[in-house]
């Protein structure tokens, strides 16, 4: 029996990486946001939706989260800056707004050059402090979806704009769609900031600028709450019906003000007007590829126990015949030959002096 031998991979020519973007189609409707789930006899009414103790934010799920086959789909929250024209001491959870608000900025915007938070802007330079968002709200998505990032240019969410009752009611102007159909890998993005990089949310045609920006690597979507003023609506909306007239207006069906409402409240009303919300994920795999080179004069003997039957080689019926093994197996060894992966085959390959195989192993992480 041979004696088993390696060959040493050359860095420069055997070993290459890749890396390969895989995406993926996320549909949600608002059926499974608001309303599949609805039960009278529960105090938040949706069971899947759950409301925290502490009053900060609500979690999505795609079942009833009090079962173990829910998985989380989004987290939603508002808030305000402090130098909104909303904030007061006088208001509903008016601290709670502003630290969501200032959290969610410094985790995603970072500080400018000042040392001060930055503010989210409805444009891609935040240097210049003008259009400014400064009521908004958050829809942070579980990783569950989003996986690495939103695919540039993927995201849309259609809001309904009806009643409470109806909130998606069909018709014209019943509804806005917002996109970030501007952004690409190459363009329409802004990659100089803590969370990676955000493209802009358009609620084309019916405004000009935009009204919201979506964080790719973060997962998060930021919304303007004056996304609901009669600027950003087509004329033919009927004004009596919009639940969000302006930032510090009523939100329909819900009593009291946007300032004035406590922030599961808010979510509640605007989460009941998520109509459509789709996206591709992606996920990034990296591979290293190592080229597993048999030359004619290697790898022709086996060193399975057995390749030999009484001092004889199975595969040979004459000693003048050439010498023949069948690879099924690829290791890959380091330095100290101590085996580190191993790759199978498909199938047996038969390997003489008469042939050369390459092999392509390929480690995806």
Not at 156 to 173: C, K, M, V, Y
Request: charged letters at 15%; glycine letters at 6%.
């Amino acid at each position: 029996m041979a004696v088993k031998n390696f060959e040493t991979l050359n860095t420069s020519t055997d070993i290459t990486t890749t890396r390969t973007l895989l995406h993926e189609a996320i549909p949600l409707t608002g059926t499974i946001v608001s309303g599949t789930y609805y039960e009278t006899r529960k105090p938040t009414g949706d069971t899947n939706i759950k409301n925290y103790s502490h009053g900060m934010f609500q979690s999505v799920y795609d079942y009833p989260y009090l079962s173990s086959s829910a998985n989380h789909i989004f987290d939603i929250s508002i808030g305000y800056a402090n130098s909104s024209g909303l904030s007061s001491s006088a208001n509903e959870q008016n601290g709670k707004k502003i630290n969501i608000y200032n959290m969610m900025a410094q985790s995603l915007l970072g500080y400018d050059v000042s040392g001060n938070i930055e503010t989210f802007e409805s444009d891609l330079d935040l240097s210049d402090n003008d259009n400014q968002m400064l009521e908004v709200c958050f829809i942070n998505f579980s990783r569950l979806l989003t996986k690495d990032q939103i695919k540039k240019g993927s995201f849309s969410l259609q809001l309904g704009t009806g009643s409470w009752a109806s909130p998606f009611a069909t018709g014209p102007g019943y509804g806005i769609t917002l996109t970030d159909l501007s952004a690409s890998d190459d363009s329409g993005i802004n990659p100089n900031v803590v969370a990676g990089e955000y493209g802009l949310l358009y609620n084309s045609p019916f405004t000009a600028s935009a009204v919201g920006a979506v964080f790719y690597q973060a997962g998060v979507a930021v919304i303007t709450a004056s996304v609901f003023s009669s600027a950003s609506l087509p004329s033919a909306y009927p004004v009596n019906k919009q639940f969000l007239k302006d930032q510090a207006s009523t939100l329909y069906g819900v009593t009291g003000a946007f300032k004035e409402l406590p922030i599961s409240s808010s979510c509640d009303a605007i989460r009941r007007r998520l109509y459509n919300l789709s996206f591709n994920n992606t996920t990034e795999l990296n591979s290293t590829v190592y080229f597993c080179r048999a030359a004619s004069t290697n790898f022709n003997y086996s060193a399975n126990p057995t390749y030999t039957t009484g001092s004889k080689l199975r595969v040979k019926s004459v000693a003048s015949d050439t010498p023949v093994s069948y690879i099924t197996t690829v290791g890959l060894y380091n330095s100290n030959n101590e085996l580190l992966a191993v790759a199978k085959l498909s199938e047996p390959l038969k390997k003489d002096p008469t042939n050369e195989i390459t092999l392509r192993v390929r480690l995806d992480y």
